[in-house]
């Protein structure tokens, strides 16, 4: 987002600095991944729909391709020896990944007020997901309505 | 699979998370657990493919799409990545005056810190699936402390696992 700032605001004046600070922070509230809510915002602010659409394929489809791509070469050499032996060690990383990914979600938020709070939270969330008590959609709707009631600290300013 | 059904389920994800990999426990559950359209094993891969190269951490479910559905998935996968995005806008235009509110923020804080946890939960049946040995749990391992404490791209970390895995062929 820094980059796009840079390059929507400081460089071309496309937005004002405002926009950017809105476009910012309702993406940290939006579904979804947060840089294509943050490109959806300002395509939309300097274009419209069309420019939303476009800002966010811009982002999402050559990625995609590569995607797609690769999956078919998967499916392609799944088969052979070599790459089956590349894709155990692959899939292993990705183990590696996926628990950073949950560890760096949880140590982003899980701070300040919200330590303790968030904490058990993380207890509640994977006890009740391993012992197969709630759905993960009803523990994400649950944590909401307790989050809610819990509240966060005062504002932190958005990036301008 | 109908494409269509595949994107529905998608979003159902994606519409209830607040990160990129935060969707990973619904996907996994509706994928894997309940409809079995998927293995582990596909699902480790889908998230290597979509973290190798550059882009959106969502870019997995592009690539769930595609196991289940070629094409046609995969575009029902992209699809669903870009719905939420735009859900944006009508925020921009009715709801702006929320985004401080110290209740919504609470909600979405405790949501995310539950995604993250129900992250860390999905993680432990696809580690069973991958560690057939010391080499993968090492690899693992290694990747694990690779993104938690260096700035290292993610594309090295994938192309240091295949290495890892070729390696035992090579040195016989």
């Known amino acids: ?160 | 699979m109908n494409p269509l059904l595949i994107y529905l389920l998608l979003v159902k994800a994606t519409l209830t998370s607040f990160s990129g990999m935060g969707s990973l426990p619904i996907v996994r559950e509706e994928f894997v657990v309940q409809r079995h359209l998927i293995t582990d094993r596909q699902l480790s891969t889908a998230v290597a493919v979509g973290r190798a190269g550059p882009g959106p951490h969502g870019l997995y479910m592009v690539a769930i799409g595609y196991f289940i559905a070629g094409i046609p998935g995969a575009a029902a996968g992209c699809a669903a990545l870009m719905t939420p995005a735009f859900l944006i806008v009508p925020l921009l235009l009715y709801l702006g005056r929320y985004r401080e509110n110290q209740h919504v923020r609470g909600a979405i804080r405790a949501i995310t810190i539950a995604a993250g946890s129900l992250v860390l939960s999905a993680v432990v049946p696809l580690a069973q699936d991958a560690w057939a040995g010391p080499l993968p749990i090492a690899v693992s391992l290694l990747s694990f402390a690779a993104l938690m404490f260096t700035k290292l791209d993610t594309f090295w970390i994938v192309a240091f696992g295949a290495l890892a895995g070729i390696a035992p062929l090579w040195i016989g």
């Open chain 1, 1 to 160: 987002m820094a980059a796009l700032q840079r390059e929507l605001v400081d460089k071309r004046g496309w937005l004002t600095a405002e926009q950017h600070g809105l476009a910012y922070g309702l993406a940290r509230v939006t579904p979804g991944t947060n840089i294509l809510a943050y490109c959806a915002a300002t395509g939309w602010m300097i274009a419209g729909w069309l420019g939303s659409l476009l800002a966010v394929s811009g982002v999402v489809v050559p990625s995609a391709l590569l995607a797609i791509w690769m999956c078919s070469a998967y499916e392609t050499y799944g088969a052979h020896l070599s790459f089956r032996a590349a894709m155990s060690g692959v899939v292993a990383a990705a183990v590696g990944m996926m628990a950073s990914s949950g560890v760096s979600i949880i140590r982003a938020r899980a701070r300040g007020r919200w330590l303790l709070p968030g904490l058990l939270f993380v207890a509640a969330s994977i006890a009740a997901m391993r012992l197969g008590l709630l759905s993960p959609l009803k523990i994400l709707l649950l944590a909401g309505v307790l989050g809610a009631f819990y509240g966060d600290a005062p504002v932190d300013k958005v990036a301008t």
